[in-house]
């Protein structure tokens, strides 16, 4: 009698470790797709946001997918906001919703891109070198989900000197 109630209790000890497997399975996919929101060691305030090609291609247009994933550039004046002229707003990624730019800080370059003094907050956007098209550009990028925004030059107006030439297609509206 003893030994079988081991048994039993094996099989439900057994059970009730499937279970749990099951759990943790489920588990870890909640986990990818708020893969999401991950706290980055030792970058300040900005929380990274991590996600797969795969996460990115579902959660954006094709278009977005190309210029944010895949630094890509919009034809000029074909995308959003470059001739948007609302002193209030405020643009965000459109990977992630992070507030990036402020319609205070735009101008009127004549590129056909949105162009903006400064970010909205120094440490929103960060930049990165780079080296293609035979040229050295600072490539801009949203500081929580890395998506590719544009570049920066040296040729923008006071108070910073700086034209941040961003794709409309990497920004909403707030
Ligand atoms: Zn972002």
């Excluded at 986990?31 to 797969?52: D, I, L």
């Excluded at 965000?92 to 903006?116: I, N």
């Excluded at 909205?120 to 040229?135: G, L, P, R």
Aim: proline letters at 3%; hydrophobic letters at 35%.
């Amino acid at each position: 009698m003893k030994r079988r109630s081991v048994l039993g209790w094996l099989s439900v000890t057994a059970l009730g470790a499937a279970g749990a497997t099951v759990g943790l399975a489920n588990a870890t996919e909640e986990a990818k797709k708020g893969a999401a929101v991950m706290a980055a060691p030792g970058t300040g305030s900005v929380e990274k946001v991590v996600k797969t090609d795969a996460e990115w291609k579902k959660a954006l247009t094709p278009q977005e997918f190309h210029v944010l994933r895949e630094e890509g550039t919009e034809r000029a004046f074909t995308g959003k906001f470059w001739d948007d002229h609302d002193e209030k707003a405020v643009y965000v990624c459109a990977g992630c919703g992070l507030e990036l730019f402020a319609g205070a800080h735009k101008f009127d370059s004549g590129t056909g891109w949105p162009s903006f003094y400064q970010p909205i907050k120094a440490e929103s956007v960060e930049t990165k070198t780079d080296k293609s098209f035979f040229s050295v550009r600072v490539e801009v990028h949203c500081a929580r989900c890395g998506g590719h925004m544009g570049h920066v030059f040296e040729d923008g107006p006071k108070p910073t000197g700086l034209r941040y030439c961003i794709n409309g297609t990497s920004l909403n509206k707030k």
